[in-house]
């Protein structure tokens, strides 16, 4: 316990080198820039910048990636609140309070009410992370490879939480990103597979080069083929952005329920940052004390909100760092970075590489600081980038693309590798397939492979094996939860958003009538 | 406004090309005669690492090229270019320009599993030996609590009498440890079930976690956690002065060569006689320096002269071609 608080102490000391908050400062900065901008995701920003990490140290590397995920959620609040576009969907929910406060020429109030609930959303997150991510990890220390096994299906389970409308199709791109993961050598008998003569296929798709093109040179082709058009102008606000003594009062317990809401649904794997807004949301309506308000611009719905989806990067990182199952596409490209560090998910990042990893908290918790001070400050500014043109968009993003799979590895194949999964990506989401899920099946595939084929070696071919033990029961149980919470969280979700757009359009005609006048 | 984030992305960039670049380095187009008998690198030297930076073979390169710089008298750039099973770093190698300006680490016997499994266009002809640098040699290890395997015979007692039960996890299919392994078993007379992981770690949790009773890594493997392993023997001709109590394999008539890991530094097979000499010095006197030995405490430097590499890459190569069908027991 004491040598736990040392490395913690630790932690926050390494943290604290010019050189980590030069790159929290600036991750936070670039991460409110991605997630204002409507278009780019808070995904497709952390993979954009993820091969800048890979000259940094482990430490440092993951601090930015961290920073820009903590920023990009933020930012996404600043366009919703200001031209009523949600930035990332993980603000969709702040959008509705938010902007209502804005035409009522409280905007500056509502950008103070989403920075200073994103500052403790985040920061209450990180004790989860600092309590349960070793008590998990040490767990992984009993899984052999049956428990791997039932731990990658239940990974995969995630996919039906993460394709949305229609589960079939989620399941085809699910499908098709384990095809993709056979590619390369057997990891059972060395033999080579779908590899074309061609040893750069030798370990594998690079996932890194694939979760590029899939969520951002795709994303330039969406955005390419659309007309360019000027966006909404955003409004300029002159109040003053602060909160009275009184409104911080009454948005705290408000912060809090949703920090435990966006905290467990971080941890659950499947349901990200955009249905946390949500059900924050709708929790601080069913709570507050002045419901009059809601529709009508409430700091409560506001502060609901982005508490929750904030209160999700600290929790989502818990499965991705001890069992190596990234609950959502962000902590998919973090977890590419940290395999690209050389540093695997589980027990050892708590042993042998716990400096590492407590620096890496002590980033996080810092990097909400960050958030609020840079926030705050630089709210008029970022503003205005929520209306950047796509014309100067579209080929900084391409050419970022291009560089940063080169970077990887030096190799220029990465890029024709890159280019063809931006293609891949382009038309799948053009038939409303899902990107997110073959990235997760190309992760997990070969971890369920490799763990079944072992388990059955091991055994001489007994499928007992696989129902052996009580983490393997377990992890069948999770598996089952997996596929049915899906549906329970469209419910909760559909009802949420029902509950919350019913209030608002009400409002929304009332205000425009009463404009009209 | 606009302009000003135009700029931002703009310098965000070239902050990243800057990242690719780095290790572009700039080689001169008059390099060194190759003829005269003289060499001496007129800019900085690439060393090409075939794994990944922070890889087990990376830290000793980096360490390596390090302390180098002072005999060189150049910077050394080490330059990480993995993928392929090492095949596309050691490609990139055999192609460099034999001018002395570029020179690489070789992975044995990786390297020569990639030429037996023809995952490169490379043969051992493509390059020439400089030294040796990292030399590690493998052992057979068991769990500290695990009662049943007191020492190497009673494992080889326990594995004839349960044959084909045994398991072993190895770090990769026909991998290094896989071969060693192997050899053990197929030595010793009895079959075991091999339970390939991605890497070392994995291995060494493989045993912890009861899923494999025996396996073999490498000494270094086991560094700071030797408490929880008990090592049965060594795969060399003589025991080893840190682990004195230890027997080799052929003390007990088992397998009788030795079988390890090297780690070669190698150029492409066009440099001059005068590049070779000239590394195999510098290189030497750094493996020598009292700095350098203090930081390179955590692996086995083992220098041999570029003679002596040769033969040791040469006698690898035989070695991994002649493990046929026969050996793996298909």
């Given at each position: 316990m004491l040598e736990t608080l040392g490395l913690m102490g630790a932690g926050f000391i390494n943290a604290l080198t010019p050189i980590n908050l030069l790159m929290m400062a600036g991750g936070v900065a670039m991460g409110i820039i991605i997630g204002c901008m409507p278009g780019l995701s808070a995904a497709m920003g952390v993979a954009l910048m993820l091969p800048l990490t890979f000259t940094m140290k482990a430490e440092t590397g993951l601090i930015v990636l961290g920073a820009i995920y903590c920023g990009a959620i933020f930012g996404g609040s600043i366009s919703a609140i200001l031209i009523h576009t949600p930035g990332t969907p993980a603000s969709a929910a702040t959008a509705i309070e938010g902007y209502q406060m804005t035409l009522r020429g409280k905007a500056g109030k509502a950008l103070f009410t989403?920075?200073?609930?994103?500052?403790?959303?985040?920061?209450?997150?990180?004790?989860?992370?600092?309590?349960?991510?070793?008590?998990?990890?040490?767990?992984?220390?009993?899984?052999?490879?049956?428990?791997?096994?039932?731990?990658?299906?239940?990974?995969?389970?995630?996919?039906?939480?993460?394709?949305?409308?229609?589960?079939?199709?989620?399941?085809?791109?699910?499908?098709?990103?384990?095809?993709?993961?056979?590619?390369?050598?057997?990891?059972?008998?060395?033999?080579?597979?779908?590899?074309?003569?061609?040893?750069?296929?030798?370990?594998?798709?690079?996932?890194?080069?694939?979760?590029?093109?899939?969520?951002?040179?795709?994303?330039?082709?969406?955005?390419?083929?659309?007309?360019?058009?000027?966006?909404?102008?955003?409004?300029?606000?002159?109040?003053?952005?602060?909160?009275?003594?009184?409104?911080?009062?009454?948005?705290?317990?408000?912060?809090?329920?949703?920090?435990?809401?966006?905290?467990?649904?971080?941890?659950?794997?499947?349901?990200?940052?955009?249905?946390?807004?949500?059900?924050?949301?709708?929790?601080?309506?069913?709570?507050?004390?002045?419901?009059?308000?809601?529709?009508?611009?409430?700091?409560?719905?506001?502060?609901?909100?982005?508490?929750?989806?904030?209160?999700?990067?600290?929790?989502?990182?818990?499965?991705?760092?001890?069992?190596?199952?990234?609950?959502?596409?962000?902590?998919?490209?973090?977890?590419?970075?940290?395999?690209?560090?050389?540093?695997?998910?589980?027990?050892?990042?708590?042993?042998?590489?716990?400096?590492?990893?407590?620096?890496?908290?002590?980033?996080?918790?810092?990097?909400?600081?960050?958030?609020?001070?840079?926030?705050?400050?630089?709210?008029?500014?970022?503003?205005?980038?929520s209306r950047l043109s796509d014309a100067i968009l579209i080929p900084c993003v391409t050419v970022l693309c291009c560089v940063g799979s080169y970077a990887i590895h030096k190799n220029i194949l990465d890029i024709v590798v890159m280019m063809t999964f931006g293609v891949i990506g382009y038309l799948m989401r053009k038939f409303d397939l899902n990107t997110a899920a073959v990235v997760l099946a190309l992760i997990l595939g070969p971890i369920g492979e490799k763990g079944l084929r072992n388990a059955l070696k091991s055994s001489g071919g007994n499928p007992a094996i696989l129902f052996s033990s009580v983490v393997c029961w377990v992890l069948i149980g999770l598996c089952i939860v997996g596929i049915l919470s899906p549906i329970f969280m469209a419910k909760l979700e559909a009802k949420a958003e029902k509950e919350a757009v019913a209030g608002t359009e009400e409002d929304v005609e009332k205000l425009t009538e009463e404009d009209s006048v | 406004m606009k302009k000003i984030f135009a700029l931002l992305l703009v310098l965000c960039m070239i902050f990243a090309l800057s990242a690719c670049g780095k290790s572009g380095g700039t080689t001169s187009s008059e390099a060194p005669a190759a003829e005269s008998g003289e060499f001496k690198p007129d800019g900085p030297v690439t060393l090409i690492v075939a794994y990944k930076a922070g890889s087990g073979t990376d830290g000793p390169a980096r360490i390596l090229a390090q302390f180098a710089e002072k005999y060189i008298g150049q910077t050394v750039v080490v330059e990480n270019v993995d993928g392929g099973s090492g095949s596309i770093g050691w490609s990139q190698l055999a192609a460099a320009d034999p001018d002395g300006m570029t020179i690489g680490?070789?992975?044995?016997?990786?390297?020569?599993?990639?030429?037996?499994?023809?995952?490169?266009?490379?043969?051992?002809?493509?390059?020439?030996?400089?030294?040796?640098?990292?030399?590690?040699?493998?052992?057979?290890?068991?769990?500290?609590?695990?009662?049943?395997?007191?020492?190497?015979?009673?494992?080889?007692?326990?594995?004839?009498?349960?044959?084909?039960?045994?398991k072993a996890s190895t770090n990769g299919a026909k991998a290094s440890n896989h071969i060693g392994a192997q050899a053990f078993a197929n030595s010793a007379g009895f079959k075991y079930i091999d339970i390939p992981q991605g890497g070392t770690a994995d291995q060494l949790l493989s045993l912890r976690n009861k899923e494999s009773d025996f396996t073999v890594v490498k000494l270094g493997d086991i560094a700071g956690q030797e408490s929880a392993y008990r090592v049965l023997g060594i795969f060399a001709a003589e025991r080893d002065s840190r682990i004195p109590d230890v027997p080799t394999l052929a003390e007990k008539g088992l397998y009788d060569q030795w079988l390890g890991s090297s780690r070669a530094i190698v150029a492409p097979a066009g440099v001059s006689d005068a590049v070779i000499g000239f590394y195999e010095e510098a290189l030497k006197k750094t493996m020598e320096d009292p700095d350098y030995l203090a930081a390179a405490s955590s692996f086995d430097t083992n220098f041999q002269d570029h003679a002596a590499t040769a033969a040791l890459i040469e006698q690898q190569q035989q070695f991994a071609e002649s493990l046929g069908a026969e050996f793996w027991g298909e």
């Open positions: 989403a920075c200073y609930a994103s500052f403790w959303g985040g920061l209450l997150s990180c004790i989860s992370l600092y309590f349960f991510a070793p008590l998990l990890a040490q767990l992984t220390l009993k899984f052999r490879s049956a428990e791997y096994f039932w731990l990658s299906i239940f990974g995969l389970t995630i996919i039906a939480g993460v394709s949305g409308k229609s589960i079939v199709k989620g399941l085809i791109s699910g499908a098709f990103g384990l095809l993709l993961s056979t590619i390369g050598l057997d990891p059972v008998t060395g033999a080579k597979r779908v590899m074309f003569g061609q040893a750069y296929f030798a370990e594998g798709i690079n996932t890194t080069c694939a979760l590029i093109g899939l969520f951002s040179m795709s994303q330039v082709f969406i955005l390419a083929e659309k007309k360019i058009t000027a966006r909404a102008q955003a409004t300029k606000f002159t109040d003053k952005m602060s909160l009275t003594r009184d409104e911080r009062k009454l948005i705290r317990p408000t912060i809090v329920r949703s920090w435990l809401i966006g905290n467990i649904i971080g941890i659950l794997p499947g349901a990200g940052a955009a249905i946390a807004c949500f059900l924050g949301y709708n929790t601080s309506k069913q709570f507050s004390k002045h419901k009059e308000m809601f529709g009508k611009g409430s700091i409560e719905g506001v502060a609901g909100s982005e508490a929750a989806n904030n209160a999700v990067t600290g929790g989502s990182l818990i499965p991705t760092l001890t069992l190596g199952i990234p609950g959502e596409s962000v902590t998919a490209v973090l977890m590419g970075g940290l395999v690209i560090q050389g540093l695997a998910p589980g027990p050892e990042l708590f042993g042998k590489y716990a400096p590492m990893t407590y620096t890496f908290f002590a980033g996080f918790v810092l990097v909400q600081f960050f958030m609020l001070g840079i926030g705050l400050l630089g709210c008029r500014g970022f503003a205005q980038i | 680490v070789m992975n044995l016997p990786n390297f020569n599993n990639s030429i037996v499994n023809e995952l490169g266009t490379y043969t051992t002809a493509s390059f020439k030996a400089i030294c040796n640098h990292v030399t590690e040699t493998s052992i057979v290890i068991v769990r500290a609590d695990d009662d049943r395997f007191p020492d190497l015979d009673a494992l080889v007692a326990y594995g004839k009498e349960h044959d084909g039960e045994l």
